[in-house]
């Protein structure tokens, strides 16, 4: 079972730069998100979608975009790279909206110069 | 609103110890809580949850946690402590009704020889 598999897993960036990082699930989960994880401030929720063509804000939304197109696949878009985006960005999926039990993937680091 | 508090950012014990990590939420309206673990360069998993029912939850690996009310707590405990159980644990809280899980600032256990 491939579960949640986002790429890339490592990435150095410009500031100023654009870029895609990109998370699927095959589990048929209606409910995916985006986090940010920075030493000491645990995980925030940045975009999260409850099912294809529905997405909403989380709590750091700033220089980031999201679209769902299909219900497999949630790109998180860095429209213009700053050092503040330095982090470590976790994809998750849910099976059950009510419970709250989250899919995580392995995570993309993400260095901004 | 739905908070999270973890008590203690980095928590040593010794093989064979107890552990106890601590977590206390806010939340107006009933909540879900979880625990969550996360091994070195890997995503997150879930130990264990709380929804409705029995306040004390057992998880994998020998976890367990109990959901007190009166307290607002969700502390994690295991009678013994194991070499693999080195990880960064996160608490997190979801109010019902709301779409978002939102997690404490983790507690990074160490077992100790």
């Known amino acids: 079972n491939a579960g949640v598999t986002q790429t890339p897993k490592f990435q150095v960036l410009k500031t100023g730069q654009s870029m895609t990082l990109q998370c699927a699930q095959d589990?048929?989960?209606?409910?995916m998100s985006w986090y940010r994880q920075d030493p000491g401030m645990g995980l925030r929720l940045i975009h999260y979608?409850?099912?294809?063509?529905?997405?909403d804000q989380g709590e750091v939304p700033n220089g980031y975009n999201v679209s769902r197109s299909t219900t497999e696949d949630f790109p998180l878009r860095l429209l213009s790279a700053a050092p503040s985006q330095t982090s470590v960005y976790f994809c998750?999926?849910?099976?059950?909206?009510?419970?709250?039990?989250?899919?995580f993937g392995e995570g993309s680091r993400l260095t901004v110069l | 609103a739905q908070s999270v508090t973890q008590l203690g950012s980095h928590v040593s014990v010794s093989e064979g110890a107890l552990v106890l990590l601590r977590c206390n939420y806010s939340?107006?309206?009933?909540?879900?809580l979880f625990w969550y673990v996360q091994y070195p360069n890997q995503g997150l998993q879930l130990l264990l949850k709380?929804?409705?029912?029995?306040?004390l939850v057992k998880g994998i690996n020998g976890f367990e946690a109990e959901f007190k009310k009166s307290e607002t707590s969700f502390h994690l405990t295991k009678p013994s402590a194991h070499m693999s159980d080195a990880a960064e644990y996160f608490c997190?809280?979801?109010?019902?009704?709301?779409?978002?899980?939102?997690f404490g600032t983790g507690t990074r256990l160490t077992i100790i020889p």
């Open positions: 997190a809280v979801r109010a019902f009704g709301n779409e978002k899980l939102t």
């Open positions: 939340s107006s309206v009933p909540p879900y």
């Open positions: 589990m048929n989960h209606e409910y």
């Open positions: 709380y929804t409705t029912g029995a306040t």
């Open positions: 998750a999926s849910n099976r059950d909206r009510g419970t709250g039990e989250l899919f």
């Open positions: 979608s409850v099912g294809a063509g529905i997405t």
